[in-house]
């Protein structure tokens, strides 16, 4: 099955610590992207990468942090310098304008 | 700078009731518009697009028609389901850089 891998579902973290939250696609896109997602809020975008071993910021890149190694995977690292990491994290990749989602994973950092 | 403006949720129907969820856009240019839809702990999944102006967007018995005079791309559906209950979101895509800008949200909540 072609599709977004997000894993863990749920996540959970003691403050101070870094974490790394896993996107892996088999869609063959070139196009990645992170966003975070807060209750009753749109979608902000942290990082996009467009190539292998090229990405860019995006709205709110402060305190995270990416790779993107091969074409199938592109990590994001939530640091400690993120000042409010809990939220709803959603990957995503592109063909054209069209975006498709991975499920998501929830962070939550006490 | 390009914007996108949902009418505020949560929107709370009976089920068979006619849905309408208002969308404008400001922009600079032609851009294509989207309606993206997020089920409960869910990823968000595209329910329907246009691209031009006057092209209506269809899809699961939504539709969504672009307004170029009035800058909206309103969703509607003559008869909503429970099944329906989610998050709808309008995006817009300018230039063609593949960065959706996205409305906030709008929460819907069908009622049996």
């Known amino acids: 099955d072609g599709g977004i891998t997000q894993s863990p579902k749920y996540l959970f973290r003691k403050e101070g610590q870094n974490v790394t939250l896993s996107c892996e696609q088999n869609l063959n896109h070139d196009a990645m992207y992170w966003y975070r997602q807060d209750p009753g809020q749109g979608l902000r975008l942290i990082y996009y990468s467009q190539i292998v071993n090229d990405f860019q910021k995006g709205d709110i890149a402060e305190g995270y942090s990416v790779s993107r190694e091969k074409k199938e995977s592109f990590p994001l690292t939530v640091t400690s310098a993120q000042k409010n990491p809990t939220a709803f994290y959603l990957c995503?990749?592109?063909?054209?304008?069209?975006?498709?989602f991975g499920p998501g994973t929830r962070l939550t950092v006490t | 700078g390009n914007s996108v403006t949902q009418m505020e949720g949560p929107v709370t129907l009976s089920e068979e009731a006619f849905l309408t969820i208002n969308c404008t856009y400001t922009a600079t240019g032609y851009p294509s518009l989207f309606w993206y839809v997020q089920y409960p702990g869910e990823g968000l999944q595209l329910l329907l697009k246009?691209?031009?102006a006057d092209d209506k967007g269809s899809n699961k018995g939504f539709e969504a028609t672009y307004r170029k005079e009035t800058t909206s791309f309103h969703l509607e559906k003559g008869s909503v389901q429970v099944s329906d209950s989610a998050v709808y979101f309008c995006?817009?895509?300018?230039?063609?850089?593949?960065?959706?800008?996205w409305g906030a949200g709008t929460k819907l909540i069908i009622k049996p």
């Open positions: 246009a691209t031009k």
């Open positions: 995006a817009l895509d300018m230039d063609s850089n593949y960065q959706l800008i």
């Open positions: 995503a990749t592109s063909v054209g304008y069209e975006q498709y």
